[in-house]
């Protein structure tokens, strides 16, 4: 009997497509879609197994719905990081998934999440009073020390000090190596891994990464009272994620271990820091690329006064629509997460073997034209007229992997959005439009997108802007 027929795709090399999927990303996922339709398989390195990469919303719903004994994510399916750790959400799969997944919600959403508001404006104020009016700058490291301080506060629960600049200092390095396309490709050929020292880049990963453990290990026993008054038990005044996190009882009434916490912290970190400030950064391009965007947005931010309640930023529509426009148009994701074939499944026709790699596309979804029309175009409007579902808008993935810190990041997104609009008046410091660069998995904004400052905002009686520069 013939084996079944994988969806068809590019006959070039492996290492041909490893090319041009690693230099190329946007592109060459739109012409193999343009000839290949909704559905086309890739073999990309290290592992070269066929890939199928789908963009088509019902077989994707299909994809987020089936059972996770006959299709998961996880380690299997090739999530594997040196960084995150084997505990990491990411990695695990089937039961133990489950778990950590239970463990974890509650502190991520609802009053607990809330909560972390006013943080977020303080740290976002803090960041952008630094700027200076008529410099020209590049947002995107501003956005990146505002999420990272909003991670180590809300998250780890580390206040101003000695603590908190060592922890932030190690991991900038880690998060931004200076050699990023170096690391990107040590992470996907898992043979340049090599310790030659700490002057390899592989070696300085290493000791990075340990000096790291170390200091997250010393805050996991710092935040469960080792080190607090040689009290035993978790101080009750914290509120911050890792104090909730340890507080957490699965169902046998087992507390998460230190190597879970530590897996899970790093997880929250790095899923959370990049990708919530590159999108801060597009949408601040896309705001000020655009005057009628932004005069809507600053009417709707101005409505609700000086100071407002960050639940009512919440829940203000057009900002909502404006930080849903930008997360389809780039998202910082282009790919869900690869899902493996564990037995036979048929999608649009094709069967396929256990083995295969089932990857849903984001980027190819969000710009169908059947359902985003002038997809490349920023149309805050689409997401007030209609409702997409979860299988044509995914930009925090689906199904059994959505991630968790959804709630949070859209959140923590128009806290800072609405501080930064209500406070300066800003204009892009170059009118050429900014082009999307690939930065390991991620979509970011070629050169930072460089702005300047103009003056500050006030609000007169009349409700007019006026500008003190």
């Not at 740290?123 to 630094?130: L, P, Y």
């Not at 790291?212 to 080792?226: F, W």
Request: proline share 8%; charged share 20%; aromatic share 8%.
């Amino acid at each position: 009997m013939s084996a079944p027929k994988l969806p068809n795709g590019p006959q070039t090399h492996p290492w041909v497509q490893t090319y041009q999927w690693l230099t190329n990303p946007l592109e060459y996922m739109e012409a193999c879609a343009k000839r290949y339709g909704d559905i086309f398989t890739l073999r990309i390195g290290p592992v070269f197994t066929p890939q199928v990469f789908i963009s088509n919303p019902q077989a994707i719903q299909q994809i987020f719905t089936t059972d996770p004994k006959q299709l998961d994510s996880g380690e299997p399916a090739g999530i594997k990081s040196p960084l995150l750790g084997k505990q990491s959400l990411l990695a695990l799969e089937g039961k133990p998934h489950q778990r950590q997944r239970k463990l974890l919600t509650p502190p991520l959403h609802g009053e607990r999440m809330l909560a972390y508001g006013q943080l977020t404006r303080e740290i976002t104020e803090q960041v952008i009073s630094q700027w200076l009016v008529g410099e020209s700058f590049s947002v995107l490291p501003s956005m990146q020390a505002i999420s990272l301080e909003v991670i180590l506060k809300a998250v780890f629960g580390l206040v101003d000090g000695p603590r908190f600049e060592k922890l932030r200092e190690v991991l900038l390095k880690i998060l931004n190596p200076k050699q990023p396309f170096v690391r990107a490709m040590m992470l996907v050929f898992p043979s340049l891994q090599r310790d030659l020292g700490s002057w390899s880049p592989w070696g300085k990963f290493l000791r990075l990464r340990e000096q790291m453990d170390e200091l997250i290990y010393a805050e996991i026993r710092y935040a469960s009272g080792g080190l607090r008054l040689h009290k035993q038990q978790p101080d009750p005044s914290r509120t911050d994620i890792l104090s909730l996190m340890m507080a957490a009882r699965d169902e046998e009434g087992q507390p998460m271990t230190d190597v879970e916490l530590r897996d899970e912290l790093i997880t929250l970190l790095v899923a959370g820091h990049e990708t919530t400030a590159t999108t801060l950064a597009w949408a601040l391009y896309w705001i000020h690329h655009l005057p009628q965007v932004r005069e809507k947005l600053l009417q709707e931010i101005d409505s609700l006064g000086e100071n407002p309640d960050p639940n009512a930023i919440l829940r203000l529509p057009y900002l909502s629509a404006v930080c849903s426009e930008t997360l389809r148009l780039y998202p910082v994701a282009m790919l869900a997460l690869n899902r493996l074939v564990k037995s036979p499944l048929e999608i649009m026709g094709y069967q396929l073997n256990p083995g295969t790699v089932v990857i849903p596309c984001i980027y190819l979804t969000h710009h169908r034209e059947d359902l985003y029309p002038q997809s490349k175009q920023f149309k805050p409007e689409r997401f007030l007229e209609r409702q997409f579902t979860s299988s044509e808008y995914l930009p925090f993935g689906g199904g059994n992997r959505r991630c968790i810190g959804m709630a949070f990041a859209l959140f923590e997104m128009k806290v800072v959005l609405a501080t930064v609009l209500s406070r300066w008046q800003m204009e892009l410091a170059d009118s050429k439009p900014v082009q999307p660069a690939r930065k390991g998995v991620l979509l970011v904004p070629g050169g930072g997108v460089q702005m300047m400052v103009t003056g500050k905002r006030e609000q007169n009686q009349a409700g007019r802007e006026t500008s003190l520069v």
